[in-house]
């Protein structure tokens, strides 16, 4: 798949005419082109404030907001709030919060649906009034079985020939509090007979004594997704409804709404498929359970696939966008790889973030031939040549370093670049060393300390003979280097599609338990002392790095791994 190149930011140069669009955006460019609405063009993102936002949200959204941007048209953001039960507004406020940090700007277009309950309650009179909704008092139960099955049709309701009279005062009745849950409900008059279920006579209010997280108790009849969406895009004006495609469906009822209650032109609903991403779930539902039970540390664990977990993990918004900009628009439901988010996160740190060394895994290194009281500072660029970018900071170097245990290998095999018994290696920025002897650890066996000796005349001079088959390692010095926590982050789930699982089982039986790997003790360069939360780093070969915002104190820092190398090379791999 190459890149859909959709956002217009990301799009190199020239090549505006060559990138295929997708059909979204065919379907706008139609329209803007026909003029049926007058070339305006009104998207909106319609989030339930019934948890944080994933990373699935963060392609709707930047199809939204992208789509209006590219047409100068606007994105509503539109808080689809009609549950009573489960919203809140710490989820709203967590949702603009992250609306905004992926660098969308809604201006002054935020909307609420509960703002509209008593412009929807109005319109529900006037379908009453039409003949086309009935108030049907059959259980929960009844009308389920009523509603019938794909190959059967469905039976009306015995309610459903009540004289509209009757249905006006039991609907006023039901809005002024005399019932209890479940004693009526709302239905359109459609087709008992229809082949799309979804036309059966859809609810179209319900009974919910409960307290808004907005409208407090004012109402205690709500609107459902069905009435509330279509009418709620209709009352702003939207043009173009984009959402998933579970609500094809819906879209009958749509459009059976919208005809008959307000006049063209309007909004219609276009459906693309939903992202799925592996080792991961996407449900709100579900991401809520993992925080409610503390399987995860909160909707912000850097493990989770939330825009907020991504955040602290340390994505950049650019790289998510690059993300969504590369997986496109697609009418077929798929699965998308891990690689494909970690690729794009990558390709956006890579000039980004400045190069800084950490060794995770100490091992003692004395140079033996280094002068006890020796402090030399070198400078070391932050970017590689090929960044193009300028800057370098000093690293003192002395007699005794630590270097990463896994840079060193008694019993290396045959492709072996880096330090071993009698061998050589560049401390990177600075000399070459040679390994001559090995102390070990008496009572464990394990290896304590390499004494090396460097080459003076190595600093800057271009690698010659068997040096040429090495590679520079990390280092520090064990004077000036500070103590650093570095948590390693793999995926959350054991399989690829942790919501189809064997009878019996569920997501939360494929946790995986080695998620996080916590290494205490790590060492980094003096410079990173003062790293400020959120600041990033690539720690040459273990990926790239980013102070957490949560627990990294100046002087104390906390580094997530955001996403390792690409290379072959991972700490611990051989
Ligand atoms: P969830 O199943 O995670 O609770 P939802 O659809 O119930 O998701 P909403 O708050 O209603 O959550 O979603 C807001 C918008 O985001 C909707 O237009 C929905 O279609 C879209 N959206 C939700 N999940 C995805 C996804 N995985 N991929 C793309 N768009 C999504
Ligand atoms: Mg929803």
Request: proline share 7%; hydrophobic share 35%.
């Amino acid at each position: 798949m190459g890149p859909a190149m959709s956002d217009p930011t990301l799009r190199p140069k020239g090549s505006e005419t060559r990138e295929p669009v997708d059909f979204l955006r065919e379907i706008v460019r139609r329209d803007t082109e026909s003029g049926v609405y007058g070339g305006r063009v009104v998207t909106r993102f319609p989030p339930e404030p019934n948890g944080f936002l994933h990373i699935g949200h963060a392609k709707s959204i930047c199809i939204n907001f992208g789509i209006a941007a590219e047409f100068g048209g606007v994105c509503h953001m539109r808080f689809d709030d009609t549950n009573p039960e489960t919203e809140d507004m710490k989820y709203v406020e967590s949702i603009r919060r992250d609306v905004r940090w992926l660098g969308f700007d809604w201006k002054e277009k935020l909307f609420f649906a509960s703002d509209y309950y008593e412009k929807l309650y109005e319109l529900a009179i006037r379908l009453i009034g039409d003949g086309k909704a009935y108030v049907d008092s059959q259980s929960e139960e009844e009308i389920r079985k009523g509603r019938g099955t794909i190959t059967e049709p469905g039976t009306d309701s015995p309610y459903r020939d009540r004289a509209v009279e009757e249905n006006l005062d039991l609907f006023a009745r039901m809005k002024g509090g005399e019932f209890p849950d479940g004693a009526h409900v709302l239905r359109a008059k459609i087709d008992m007979a229809a082949r799309n279920m979804k036309m059966r006579d859809p609810l179209l209010y319900r009974i919910r004594h409960a307290t808004h997280y907005r409208r407090g108790d004012a109402w205690c009849i709500y609107p459902m997704y069905d009435f509330a969406h279509p009418l709620s895009d209709a009352i702003e004006g939207i043009t173009h409804s984009i959402c998933t495609l579970e609500f094809e469906n819906n879209r009958a009822v749509y459009d059976w709404l919208v005809d008959n209650l307000f006049p063209e032109p309007r909004p219609r609903q276009y459906e693309f498929a939903r992202l799925n991403l592996d080792y991961t779930v996407m449900s709100k539902r579900k991401l809520l359970q993992l925080v409610e039970e503390g399987l995860v540390s909160g909707w912000d664990d850097p493990r989770m696939p939330t825009i907020a977990g991504m955040r602290r993990r340390g994505y950049a918004p650019e790289g998510i966008r690059l993300f969504a900009a590369r997986i496109g628009v697609d009418k077929a439901n798929s699965r998308v790889s891990m690689e494909l988010l970690e690729d794009a996160i990558r390709d956006d740190l890579n000039a980004r973030a400045p190069r800084a060394m950490a060794v995770l895994r100490p091992l003692k290194v004395t140079i033996t031939n280094w002068p006890v009281d020796r402090v030399e500072g070198l400078e070391i660029p932050l970017w590689p040549r090929d960044i193009g970018k300028e800057g370098a900071r000093t690293v003192p170097l002395t007699r005794e370093i630590r270097i990463d245990r896994n840079d060193f290998s008694t019993d290396p095999p045959a492709d072996w670049r880096r330090l071993r018994p009698g061998g050589e290696a560049r401390l990177m920025g600075g000399y070459f060393i040679r390994c001559d002897e090995v102390a070990r650890d008496p009572a464990t066996g394990e290896v304590a300390e390499l004494r090396c000796s460097y080459d003076p005349e190595s600093l800057g001079a271009p690698a010659k003979g068997d040096r040429k088959k090495t590679t520079a390692i990390q280092w520090v010095s064990a004077s000036h280097a500070v103590p650093a926590e570095i948590r390693l982050y793999d995926r959350l789930f054991t399989v690829a599609d942790p919501e189809s699982v064997e009878e019996g089982k569920t997501f939360r039986d494929f946790l995986n338990p080695a998620s996080v790997e916590t290494l205490r003790g790590c060492l980094v360069e003096p410079a990173l002392a003062s790293a400020a939360p959120g600041d990033r780093f690539q720690f040459v070969r273990n990926g790239y790095f980013i102070a957490d915002e949560v627990d990294s104190r100046p002087g104390a820092p906390v580094f997530n791994r955001i996403v390792g190398l690409k290379d072959k090379y991972r700490p611990g791999a051989h």
